[in-house]
């Protein structure tokens, strides 16, 4: 496992939830990283997706106005700041890393993947 996602957990409707991504490997320091969610049930769908440097961005449709994707590059993390959440985004969240430096929402532009972390909104 190249990426270490955390940050998961039970939470309310309404809560705010930040989820850390850690690449100790240095593996994505130019490349494009993203996040993804799997719901029980469903495929896994994109999020979020950052360019190399953290100028462009890019979400769902599901995460616009709600969720922020922002990276550290000098510390090799990656961060999604999930604010309003809804019982809808409980799913188990990846991080990924891309093949280039450029955004995508392809599942198939990311060879770097994170185990996973839960997150669970009640209602």
């Known amino acids: 496992v190249q990426l270490q996602a955390s940050g998961g957990g039970l939470v309310q409707a309404w809560d705010s939830l930040r989820l850390p991504c850690a690449d100790p490997?240095?593996?994505?320091?130019?490349?494009?990283m993203a996040w993804f969610r799997q719901a029980p049930g469903k495929e896994r769908e994109f999020v979020a997706t950052?360019?190399?440097?953290?100028?462009?961005?890019y979400y769902a449709d599901s995460a616009k106005g709600r969720f922020t994707i922002s990276r550290d590059r000098a510390q090799n993390r990656l961060y999604l700041q999930m604010n309003s959440l809804k019982p809808e985004d409980t799913a188990v969240y990846y991080c990924?890393?891309?093949?280039?430096?450029?955004?995508?929402?392809?599942?198939?532009?990311?060879?770097?993947w994170g185990q996973g972390t839960q997150v669970t909104v009640s209602s």
């Open positions: 990924a890393a891309a093949r280039s430096s450029s955004i995508s929402a392809n599942r198939d532009a990311y060879i770097y």
């Open positions: 950052i360019n190399w440097n953290g100028v462009n961005t």
């Open positions: 490997k240095r593996t994505s320091s130019n490349n494009a």
